[in-house]
């Protein structure tokens, strides 16, 4: 599409199309008022100038085809490095659904440990009694550090690939406002290390202490640490599943913009291949103005002598000139891979609520109730039109049509074209609140139309 729209107009310069004009001029008039020694000299060198106008169209095409060629490979390496690092965050979640598992298993027998020490109670001591009821909270509560530490970890590997590329790909405005020195990135990095042993830390205090506060007997006490403990370990896995959501959504969209701007990269090198060929026929074309200049002498005629000397300069004009679209095309198509790279940079706000899970969760509750919600409504109009008398309903079919006839009126001239009443008609009947049975055929649903709008209610 961007090499049709560059290639639908003709690409050269104005100082360019002067000079191969006048490149093609002068080798034309040249035999007419010069001198044969000059004509041999002015000639060749005008095919030159178009040879070298040539060899420009693909120096600048080679340009743009090898930046765009680098833009793609730096954001194929982002897109890598961010696959690498949702990798290892995937790597660091896998134990956090087993510690909700045994979590859950654990505060389970903890609920079965009353039972299972009423029947030992007769055999062994209070002592032994006492680390049964134990064993449960403390294997729950250990479970869920461990996921705590686990998603503190998997959270901030997929925080950093969802940041990724985000200063790389940035201007230098944007990069300044988020700017961090070297000390301040050295400060940054000891307080996420904190964070994640904190969050060992804190997450095995709350059951113990929730498991003290409620009062009771101690297997009661147990019960309630293993719960809170289970409780813990889901919400980890729930905040996990949460960042990694949008860590696959982000690293979907880098991955998308590496493919978009490679194929803009692929689609200039395309477009510029071309360009040594037509480099090569212009010089081929100076090449043989050269020799055809020596020939001159044995054609008698002045005018075949002008179209001689004209013909081998303005076929090389014209290749330059078909060269420069090429060059265009190569432009765009830089332009297009350094735009796509430039979407790996998107870090507002916008763009994170567009990645959040739940907002996606709650798109897709919308679409699954949607059909529903129609249903119901649609029932709700045929129950309401049997009830209604005949006079309210006329006037809710005379609104309802109006209200059609407004939006399919394109013009809003009060009229509806043939095709926007070919459009209304299929949608007449069910808008109309009759049943399948009574609905009207094509025909008979334009006058049915025509009878609601223009009939006077009383």
């Not at 859950?104 to 299972?116: E, G, V």
């Not at 201007?171 to 996420?192: C, M, N, P």
């Not at 249903?375 to 005379?398: F, H, I, M, N, Q």
């Amino acid at each position: 599409m961007l090499d049709q729209a560059a290639g639908a107009r003709p690409q050269v310069s104005q100082t360019s199309f002067l000079a191969l004009s006048l490149t093609v001029l002068v080798a034309g008039v040249a035999p007419l008022g010069l001198s044969e020694k000059l004509v041999e000299v002015l000639v060749p060198s005008m095919s030159a100038i178009s040879a070298a106008i040539g060899l420009s169209a693909e120096f600048n095409g080679k340009v743009e085809v090898a930046r765009g060629k680098e833009i793609a490979a730096v954001t194929l390496q982002a897109a890598a490095e961010a696959e690498s690092y949702l990798a290892q965050a995937e790597r660091a979640k896998a134990i956090v659904p087993l510690c909700v598992g045994i979590a859950t298993t654990f505060s389970a027998f903890a609920l079965l440990a009353p039972a299972f020490v009423a029947e030992l109670a007769p055999k062994v001591g209070a002592s032994i009694i006492t680390e049964i009821y134990l064993i449960c909270p403390v294997f729950a509560v250990l479970s869920a550090a461990v996921a705590a530490l686990a998603t503190q970890e998997s959270i901030s590997l997929a925080s950093a690939a969802i940041g990724l590329g985000a200063r790389r790909f940035s201007s230098s405005q944007d990069v300044g406002r988020t700017w961090l020195s070297a000390t301040e990135q050295i400060d940054k990095a000891s307080l996420r290390a904190r964070a994640k042993w904190s969050s060992f830390a804190v997450s095995v205090l709350p059951a113990p202490f929730l498991a003290l506060l409620y009062p009771g007997s101690l297997e009661f006490r147990a019960i309630v640490a293993a719960a809170a403990a289970a409780a813990q370990a889901a919400y980890s896995l729930a905040r996990v599943e949460y960042t990694l959501a949008r860590g696959v959504d982000a690293v979907a969209l880098k991955s998308r913009c590496a493919a978009i701007s490679d194929t803009y990269a692929n689609q200039g090198a395309r477009a510029g291949a071309i360009l040594p060929f037509t480099s090569a026929l212009s010089g081929l074309c100076a090449a043989t103005t050269v020799a055809v200049v020596e020939v001159l002498p044995f054609l008698p005629s002045p005018v075949l002598q002008c179209l001689t000397c004209v013909a081998f300069p303005g076929v090389g004009a014209i290749v330059a000139a078909a060269a420069s679209i090429s060059k265009a095309r190569c432009e765009v198509d830089a332009a297009a891979a350094t735009a796509a790279a430039a979407q790996i940079a998107r870090v507002d706000e916008e763009d994170l609520a567009e990645m959040s899970p739940v907002q996606t969760v709650l798109g897709l509750i919308r679409s699954l109730l949607r059909p529903a919600t129609q249903r119901a409504r649609s029932v709700w109009r045929r129950l309401r039109w049997r009830v209604l008398p005949p006079s309210d309903k006329l006037r809710v079919a005379r609104a309802e049509l109006e209200y059609r006839v407004e939006m399919y009126d394109a013009d809003a001239d009060g009229r509806l074209s043939s095709e926007e009443l070919r459009e209304l008609l299929p949608l007449e009947a069910e808008h109309a609140f009759l049943s399948p049975t009574q609905r009207p055929r094509e025909t008979d649903s334009a006058v049915f139309t025509l009878r609601c709008l223009h009939t006077p209610l009383s």
